[in-house]
């Protein structure tokens, strides 16, 4: 069952790799509480899609973090893959946002991205707000990635609390009713 935005984030709690400072460290959603987080998830390490979504993402980390929102990673592979993958990979070399390792496919279930016959997850994305609600959803066939622009234009327009039309950008007039 896929997650309702307006309803609160299933809570999480699992182990992840931290490329930054080279350790593990057990992270939940509670340890997000009072920011903004983009949590997406992605197929797996060692393929081809992934790294680039995952750099592009840690690449405009600042412009995330200037809007007070955090960014988080998952994947259903553990801990010790994530580590291996960005060792043995250029691009993840200098990875700046944790990799959640969802072993146990728990919080990919209940995000509603498992593809249960293949064992990974969809290239689902997830703006949770400062109290835990989900804000926004949006589920890429495992093919086809993201656009990073775009999840900063709907960040942008989630924290506006005003309503914004179609093809909206930040600075631009919202709409007055």
């Not at 209940?110 to 990974?120: I, R, T, Y």
């Not at 900063?152 to 179609?166: F, M, S």
Request: proline share 5%; net charge negative; aromatic share 12%.
């Amino acid at each position: 069952m896929a997650v309702q935005v307006g309803s609160p984030a299933p809570k999480f709690k699992a182990q992840a790799y931290l490329r930054s400072s080279d350790e593990f460290k057990e992270i939940k959603l509670e340890d997000y509480k009072g920011k903004w987080l983009y949590f997406y998830f992605y197929p797996m390490d060692f393929t081809f899609v992934c790294p680039t979504e995952i750099k592009a993402f840690d690449d405009a980390l600042g412009e995330f973090q200037d809007r007070d929102c955090e960014i988080l990673t998952c994947s259903t592979d553990s801990h010790f893959v994530h580590k291996g993958w960005c060792e043995a990979k250029d691009e993840l070399k200098n990875l700046k946002h944790p990799m959640l390792a969802d072993i146990t496919k728990r919080v990919s279930m209940d995000f509603g991205v498992l593809l249960p016959e293949k064992g990974v997850a969809l290239r689902g994305s997830f703006i949770i707000d400062p109290d835990g609600i989900v804000r926004w959803t949006n589920i890429n066939d495992l093919p086809v990635g993201r656009n990073v622009e775009e999840v900063l234009r709907v960040l942008d327009a989630l924290q506006t609390n005003e309503l914004c039309p179609c093809n909206w950008k930040k600075g631009e007039e919202t709409l007055k009713v």
